[in-house]
């Protein structure tokens, strides 16, 4: 039984002072202040200043407060931060710390541009990953199943794979940069002694023209041959760098003999990459080349709910829902959306609603202007009642699937400028009589089922923007 859990945390406190300069101390860990700590779920509340210093904290010290918490406390202590948000009002929010990683990251240095040397080849190497994109919290759904499980069998097996190389491409925001930085941490943790190393392309493309100018490019080329696991992001922004792409073509060819893993993210196919040469492609076709979709609404309402849970934000299930529905598959513009209501609502000191949500979604996404079409309506209609289009198209008289019809043809008829006939052909195959009779039938429902015409409104908030 922990007699004194105060004690044990000013305890947690000398550890770390032996551990750390004065001034980081000073700075990061004493203005942390203890608020209790509850045996039963073996967690520590601390309270911090600000989100910086929360952010600070998780990124360069979480594996130092794990350490002295469990020599301290013991093992499985989950620490939890309570963050002043708005020191005025008195607002704070909890949130629960991230898994401690294995990987020590190093504050930031100056010299981020610069060509990489051979002192760096032998010394201890940054593998410039972002810490905080892990697996844990890389949720799952039908978009990245594939991705998602092949990135952690190369994690865990890194260059003794068929998924070598490993090319993963899709659109901006559907996760590619958390998935190769996931695939590095994991990597990293499993293998502390392998070189592994995130660049962006165009880091890669800086570092190479700096090499060149100081006529240092031996010393590039070995360096980058000395990496294990290496992982280039955005590399269709190498369109035009031509002696770019030939110089880590020398370093791919090196790696791949060797066994080395390489990752790839592009937003594009290699097919579509105007640069790449046919010798590459061919290279490229060894491996695994995968897609990354958009994630569709169900992920999109799951990725919402663990951050919600991660940051210790209340949304109601409705603004959820028209969140995931209206940010166009995003995970960026989702993140976004999340972020500018808290922020909203801790200015304005509101709770978050469906009319502060509709105010920030117009601010914050890029809602998609082409007009909607039959397929649109009927998937946002079908999602919505979990009722297959196969089930829509049948001949089916079933009671839900006629009410699913019956919908589909009168937002049809609302949304877009076909005709009754033309709806119900791409709707099973009808005549315009039934479509006629399903809008009318639709809305004199509408005007006396008040739940119905909820259910309606919650369908139209996912495209009602591109009216």
């Not at 004493?30 to 210093?53: G, H, W």
């Not at 919600?308 to 940010?327: N, S, Y």
């Not at 289009?389 to 043809?409: E, G, L």
Request: aromatic share 10%; proline share 4%.
């Amino acid at each position: 039984m922990v007699n004194n859990p105060k004690a044990l945390w000013d305890n947690c406190l000398k550890l770390i002072k032996e551990n750390v300069t004065e001034q980081q101390y000073k700075t990061w860990f004493a203005p942390i202040v203890f608020e209790k700590y509850d045996e039963n779920s073996r967690t520590l509340l601390v309270q911090v200043p600000s989100m910086y210093v929360y952010e600070y904290l998780e990124q360069y010290y979480v594996n130092l407060l794990s350490k002295v918490l469990t020599r301290c406390f013991g093992q499985n202590i989950q620490l939890t931060y309570r963050v002043v948000t708005d020191k005025q009002h008195g607002l704070s929010q909890q949130i629960v710390s991230e898994e401690p990683s294995t990987i020590e990251p190093a504050p930031p240095t100056n010299r981020g541009n610069q060509s990489p040397t051979v002192l760096d080849a032998v010394s201890q190497l940054n593998p410039q990953l972002d810490i905080h994109k892990t697996f844990h919290n890389y949720i799952e759904g039908d978009s990245n199943k594939l991705p998602r499980t092949v990135g952690l069998s190369i994690a865990e097996h890194p260059g003794k794979s068929t998924f070598n190389p490993f090319f993963v491409y899709g659109p901006s925001g559907c996760g590619k940069t958390h998935l190769i930085n996931a695939i590095g941490v994991h990597c990293k943790e499993m293998y502390p002694q392998k070189r592994v190393l995130y660049v962006s392309a165009r880091l890669f493309q800086v570092q190479f023209t700096d090499a060149s100018r100081k006529n240092t490019v031996n010393d590039f080329i070995n360096f980058y041959q000395s990496i294990d696991v290496l992982i280039v992001d955005d590399v269709q922004e190498w369109a035009t760098a031509e002696r770019t792409v030939a110089t880590f073509f020398h370093i791919f060819d090196h790696l791949f003999r060797l066994g080395k893993q390489i990752i790839l993210a592009s937003d594009r196919p290699p097919v579509d990459l105007g640069w790449l040469q046919d010798r590459m492609l061919t290279r490229f076709s060894c491996g695994l080349i995968a897609e990354l979709e958009k994630p569709n609404v169900q992920l999109c309402i799951d990725i919402l709910n663990a951050k919600c849970h991660r940051d210790g934000l209340k949304i109601p299930a409705d603004v959820i829902q028209f969140i995931a529905e209206t940010a166009n598959g995003s995970v960026r513009d989702l993140e976004g959306v999340i972020n500018s209501l808290l922020t909203y609502s801790i200015v304005y000191n509101t709770n978050v609603d469906m009319r502060l949500a509709e105010r920030v979604v117009k601010r914050a996404v890029k809602i998609d202007n082409k007009p909607l079409t039959i397929d649109d309506i009927l998937e946002k209609v079908c999602n919505h009642y979990n009722v297959s289009q196969q089930h829509v198209f049948s001949k089916s008289r079933k009671r839900d699937y006629v009410m699913v019809r019956q919908v589909s043809m009168y937002l049809a008829q609302k949304y877009t400028k076909m005709p009754a006939s033309r709806i119900g052909q791409l709707i099973g195959g009808r005549d315009h009589s039934t479509v006629i009779h399903s809008c009318s039938t639709v809305e004199q429902r509408l005007k006396v089922d008040k739940t119905f015409s909820a259910e309606l409104t919650s369908i139209e908030n996912s495209f009602k923007l591109k009216k």
